[in-house]
């Protein structure tokens, strides 16, 4: 017993120094579809969520909601169809991810919230203007074939009011990754690309993406080639390797973009991981990738595993 207690002492004294480093700091989170279809996984990230909320942390959760989209579309005899790792939404399509992001998930996301007394407040980014989009226009392949990812937006600028309110009041907001244009159209937008606007616009101290995956791979085929950490350079050359493909191209552009834009910490996790997310955040050694502008302003704990 006072083994168990001594080791309960030092594993406090250890999350100190992290606990005291992001108190009020902004952490924007971005968890795939996927986790949302084990209520178990759910119920475990919320708490994490709650636990980093109590600590202080400022928190945003934006959530995907694919899987669910297509299971959907298929039982009402919608085909779904991606190009490179990206949605292609038709009129009918944008009637189910709307009420599969809107009325299902996020609605799930705040049932749960309150399990654990969480304050927590749904919205998309069509809610007090928060993302102001236009519909993706009409591009080439290389080989000239037209491309038309239908009612699919991309993003002009983020309106961050209403989330700085939310998080000022003591909420999170849980976001879903909708918008409309200045006409009034609903578009999907990639979460990743959502995650990484916002991050980037209110100067998030960290972006985190949560998915199946146990982090960026040196080999795709290989999940036991876990990356540590990298920075732009090394991510750009996987890509151009062909080790980075399929959901994970937008979700390395997004890392990308918000590095560039100033996100100082990106971490790709995963939620087969138990605790993952407070492990990535609260240890030494983490259990994902954490992605940096460049490994030279790494220190050297930093690169012998301190995710800082």
């Known amino acids: 017993m006072q ?6 002492i030092a594993a406090l004294k250890y999350a100190i120094p992290y606990i005291r480093l992001f108190k009020n700091k902004i952490f924007v989170i971005k968890a795939s579809g996927s986790l949302f279809l084990d209520e178990k996984l759910i119920d475990k990230l919320i708490e994490q969520l709650s636990i980093l909320q109590q600590l202080g942390i400022k928190i945003i959760l934006i959530h995907g909601g694919g899987p669910q989209s297509s299971e959907m579309a298929a039982s009402l005899g919608i085909k779904s169809k991606f190009i490179d790792g990206r949605r292609v939404t038709d009129s009918k399509m944008i009637d189910v991810t709307t009420m599969v992001l809107n009325g299902k998930i996020n609605t799930k996301i705040l049932a749960i919230a309150r399990k654990y007394n969480m304050k927590a407040t749904g919205m998309s980014g069509i809610d007090s203007g928060l993302i102001s989009a236009s519909r993706r226009e ?29 998080l000022d009041d003591g909420f999170i907001p849980i976001i879903s990754p ?104 609260f240890t030494n050694d983490g259990t994902g990738t954490l992605v940096v502008s460049d490994i030279e302003m790494l220190s050297s704990l930093e690169q012998l595993g301190d995710q800082l």
């Open 3 to 8: 083994k168990n207690k001594s080791s309960i």
């Open 138 to 166: 009409v591009t080439q392949d290389k080989n000239n074939k037209l491309i038309d990812y239908g009612f699919v937006g991309d993003i002009d600028s983020i309106n961050p009011e209403l989330i700085f309110k939310q």
């Open 178 to 281: 909708l918008a409309c244009d200045d006409s009034g159209i609903i578009l999907n937008i990639n979460a990743d690309t959502v995650a990484a606007s916002i991050a980037a616009e209110i100067s998030a101290e960290k972006l985190i993406f949560i998915s199946s995956a146990p982090g960026i791979l040196e080999d795709s085929r290989d999940n036991s080639s876990l990356i540590s950490y990298l920075d732009i350079e090394k991510l750009e050359r996987l890509i151009l390797q062909k080790q980075i493909t399929d959901g994970m191209l937008p979700k390395s552009s997004a890392i990308k973009f918000a590095i560039e834009k100033g996100v100082g910490r990106v971490h790709v996790i995963s939620y087969n991981t138990s605790d993952s997310l407070l492990i990535e955040m």
